[in-house]
């Protein structure tokens, strides 16, 4: 893990300046993923003292979203704002969670 960070810091220093904005709201969107991990509760197995499998959070762009919902991404934007399964790891940046907005979208 410190070598694949260290050679992140190596890729960033050689980065255009244009591309770090996108580089930072994906690095967010991480960070957003890992303090989720950390911040849910995990419950051990009884029988065989192991925590069960819980798959990650999936993050995706406002437009994947569009896609899923079959909507202008403007739309999402709109529908985004104050809801629980956005994120807004940057000012500019959105990322939303799949199973959150799927979730929303089906009791629409």
Do not use: H, K
């Not at 893990?1 to 890729?11: F, K, N, Y």
């Not at 904005?21 to 967010?28: D, F, R, Y």
């Not at 009884?46 to 819980?54: F, K, L, T």
């Not at 403007?74 to 990322?95: E, F, K, M, S």
């Amino acid at each position: 893990m410190i070598e694949d960070l260290a050679r992140l810091a190596v890729e960033l220093r050689d980065t255009p300046p244009e591309a770090l904005p996108e580089i930072i709201g994906g690095l967010e969107a991480l960070r957003a993923q890992a303090w989720a991990r950390m911040m849910t509760p995990s419950v051990t197995d009884a029988a065989n003292g192991q925590r069960p499998r819980v798959e990650p959070e999936q993050w995706i762009t406002p437009s994947q979203a569009a896609v899923i919902a079959n909507v202008p991404v403007d739309r999402i934007y709109t529908w985004a704002q104050g809801q629980r399964w956005a994120a807004r790891p940057t000012r500019r940046c959105l990322r939303i969670s799949e199973t959150g907005f799927r979730r929303w979208l089906a009791s629409r």
